[in-house]
């Protein structure tokens, strides 16, 4: 049953009546708007989900992440891609910012393997269940989980690229890996926010750069999208973006003293192994809080 609605500030979720034990269980399936918005747009935004608690051990859990993988890279193998700093330690991948000599952490994937909250978060029902709805399956597995930090001041762009080009070799059902972003701090154009190139999933895979570069490839040919189309997802903290993985998605450098951090879950049906590490990693169901 698809109950949830959108209110003005705090998302809420409609009370499902438990008849049994005359119990109030909350869901967090999306609404038919909801649906029908995220088809049509190639995202939708659920604002301020987690309250300040669960947010600060999100961003605790960051701050042990990024040391676990400072500890592991330098164990891990150095490589540079048009000049910027990556390592790998068996299947995790750390990026670093993009200034030589940082140690600034950009992303690290698979994060869910570093630290046990995230672990826990994968089978939150405040992500399942939407993503249930999205997917139109009961039972999901991880795709990929991936901590996106941007510094203040120092965090860079992401430019405008799609998830589905990257993912089309390792998967066979590229259309049902479905993103969602859960914010850590208050997310703003100048800080940096995700931005969505409203309707561009509806185009399927397109084609990258051509521009000589290593990783041209894999940012969206300008010929194919309009960036007036751009939509800001300005946030507040605690708050959940679903993206396609075929929306034009990217953001711009944090020129705030404020950092952006954030967590980008993928999920797809259960039973398939995850991108990194090959391993099925299905959600294990928890009941409503
Ligand atoms: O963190 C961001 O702003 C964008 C991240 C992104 O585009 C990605 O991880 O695919």
Same mark, same amino acid.
Request: with cysteine; net charge negative.
């Given at each position: 049953m698809y109950l949830c609605s959108m209110v003005l500030g705090r998302y809420a979720c409609s009370a499902n009546q438990?008849?049994?034990?005359g119990q109030m269980a909350t869901t967090y399936y999306l609404s038919k708007l909801e649906l029908e918005t995220y088809r049509a747009d190639g995202y939708l935004i659920r604002q301020s989900v987690y309250d300040d608690g669960e947010i600060e051990s999100l961003r605790l859990a960051s701050d042990r992440a990024c040391q676990a993988a400072l500890d592991l890279a330098v164990l891990g193998k150095t490589y540079f891609l048009d000049q910027k700093r990556f390592v790998d330690i068996g299947y995790l991948t750390v990026q670093f910012e993009h200034? !030589?000599?940082?140690?600034?952490?950009?992303v690290i994937e698979p994060v869910n393997e570093l630290d046990g909250r995230y672990e826990e978060l994968i089978d939150d029902p405040k992500l399942v269940e939407p993503m249930r709805s999205i997917l139109g399956v009961d039972e999901l597995a991880l795709w990929t989980a991936k901590l996106n930090l941007k510094p203040a001041e120092e965090g860079s762009s992401f430019g405008w690229h799609q998830d589905s080009p990257y993912w089309i070799h390792d998967?066979?059902?590229?259309?049902?890996?479905p993103n969602v972003m859960v914010t850590f701090d208050d997310a703003t154009t100048e800080n940096g926010c995700l931005q969505v190139i409203r309707g561009?999933?509806?185009?399927g895979c397109l084609p990258g750069r051509d521009?000589?570069?290593? !990783?041209?490839?894999?940012?969206?040919?300008?010929?194919?999208?309009?960036?007036?189309d751009a939509v800001a997802m300005e946030v507040p903290a605690g708050s959940q973006i679903f993206f396609s993985p075929h929306a034009i998605h990217g953001s711009g450098p944090n020129r705030s003293r404020l950092g952006r951090r954030a967590i980008i879950l993928t999920y797809q049906p259960a039973g398939f192994a995850a991108l990194?590490?090959?391993?099925v990693r299905n959600v294990v169901s928890r009941d409503h809080v």
């Open positions: 438990s008849p049994e034990r200034k !030589l000599e940082t140690d600034l952490v950009r998967s066979q059902h590229v259309d049902h890996l561009s999933h509806l185009k521009d000589g570069t290593q !990783l041209g490839g894999f940012f969206t040919n300008p010929k194919c999208f309009e960036e007036q990194k590490s090959c391993q």
